[in-house]
C-alpha cells in the first residue's frame, strides 16, 4: 500500500527550476535510493517530502492525504536526517536526545521507553553521557539517527547519512539503516553507489530536477544499454590486435605483459555477446587462453548513462 506518493511536483528559485514535474510513489516497508548527480534536485525533493519547503506545483501525498491539508499530523509520522546533521555539541547526547524527544509530544513514560529503544537500535550507549561535541563523525551519524527515529516515524528520510564517514563506519551506518528498513519505509540519498545496491531494494535517479529512472535496483542494471566490459588474459602473437579487430569492439585497453601472457580490457556493443567470437579467435590463433570474463553491468555506468556525468552527489 502507497505510504508517500509525489504528483507533478515542481519547485522553483527564481528563473531557476530546481525540481521538475517529478512523480514517484514509495509504497510501505520498502527502502529505496534516491541518486543525482550535484543540483538534481535530490534535497529539495527530501525538503518538500519533511515539509521544509512547499512545491510551487503539484502535490505529496502521505497515507493518501495532501501533505497541505495533513500539515503537523504528517511530520509527527515522519523523520529526518538532513545532510548537515544539525546537532549541539555542547549538549550530551543524553540532553539533546531528551531535547528532541520533547520537541516531538513525548514525556514520561512514553519518552523513557522511546529514547531506550532509539538508543539501542543505533548503538549510542557508549557516549550517552558524553558530550556531542567529543564524539566521532560515526558517533554523531549514530545521534542524529536515534533522533530521527525517536518518534518512531512510518517514513525515515536520510540526506547522505554516510557522508564523511570512514570504510569502517560506512559498513556500520548501512548496517543499521538495513536493519531501520525492516519496519519502516526508508528514502535514502547518497553519492556512494555502492551504498545503494547494499540497503536499497529500490531505484530513483534524478537529473536536472526531472525523474531519469525509476525501479529495482537490479533490473535497472540490466535494463542499461550501451557497452559491456570483457577481461581476457592470453598467451601468444599479436593478442591486442586481433582483440581489437573483432565486429563490435569499440576499445582494447592492455594491461601490459605478465608471465609472457597479455592482459586486456575490452569495450565492447553490448547488442553481442563476444565471448564465443574470442574463443574462436584463440582457438584459430593458437593462444593459450587464461581468463576470460564479462563484467557485470554495474550501477556506475547506468548512473553515467542516465545523467551523463561521471561525478555523483
Known amino acids: 500500500m502507497t505510504l508517500l506518493a509525489l504528483e507533478a511536483v515542481t519547485k522553483r528559485y527564481g528563473s531557476v527550476t530546481a525540481v521538475d514535474g517529478v512523480t514517484f510513489s514509495v509504497d510501505r516497508g520498502q527502502v529505496v535510493g534516491f541518486l543525482g548527480p550535484n543540483g538534481a534536485g535530490k534535497s529539495t525533493t527530501m525538503r518538500m517530502i519533511t515539509q521544509y519547503h512547499e512545491p510551487d506545483a503539484g502535490r505529496i501525498l502521505f497515507d493518501g492525504v495532501p501533505l497541505a491539508e495533513a500539515g503537523r499530523e504528517a511530520k509527527r509520522r515522519v523523520g529526518y536526517l538532513p545532510e548537515n546533521n544539525p546537532l549541539y555539541p555542547d549538549m550530551l547526547v543524553s540532553e539533546y536526545v531528551g531535547f528532541v524527544g520533547k520537541l516531538r509530544d513525548l514525556a514520561g513514560q512514553a519518552l523513557a521507553v522511546a529514547t531506550d529503544e532509539a538508543v539501542a537500535a543505533t548503538g549510542i550507549e557508549p557516549v550517552y553521557n558524553r558530550p556531542i561535541g567529543e564524539l566521532s563523525k560515526g558517533y554523531r551519524q549514530r545521534v542524529g539517527l536515534a533522533a530521527a527515529i525517536l518518534h518512531k516515524p512510518d517514513l525515515l528520510v536520510l540526506d547522505e547519512p554516510t557522508e564523511g564517514l570512514d570504510p569502517n563506519q560506512r559498513v ?142
Open 172 to 313: 556500520e551506518i548501512r548496517k543499521l539503516i538495513n536493519d531501520l528498513g525492516r519496519d519502516r519505509t526508508v528514502l535514502l540519498s547518497t553519492h556512494i553507489l555502492s551504498e545503494v545496491r547494499h540497503v536499497a531494494s529500490r531505484l530513483l535517479i534524478i537529473n536536472r530536477g526531472k525523474l531519469a529512472a525509476d525501479g529495482p535496483v537490479d533490473e535497472l542494471i540490466a535494463r542499461a544499454g550501451g557497452s559491456v566490459h570483457l577481461s581476457v588474459e592470453a598467451e601468444g602473437a599479436d593478442v591486442v590486435e586481433r582483440l581489437r579487430g573483432l565486429p563490435g569492439v569499440l576499445g582494447a585497453a592492455p594491461a601490459g605483459p605478465v608471465d609472457g601472457r597479455v592482459k586486456v580490457r575490452l569495450t565492447a556493443s553490448a547488442a553481442t555477446d563476444l565471448r564465443p567470437e574470442i574463443f574462436r579467435l584463440a582457438a584459430q590463433s593458437g593462444w593459450t587462453l587464461y581468463e576470460l570474463h564479462q563484467e557485470a553491468g554495474s550501477l556506475e555506468d547506468l548512473f553515467r548513462q542516465l545523467t551523463g556525468k561521471a561525478e555523483t552527489a
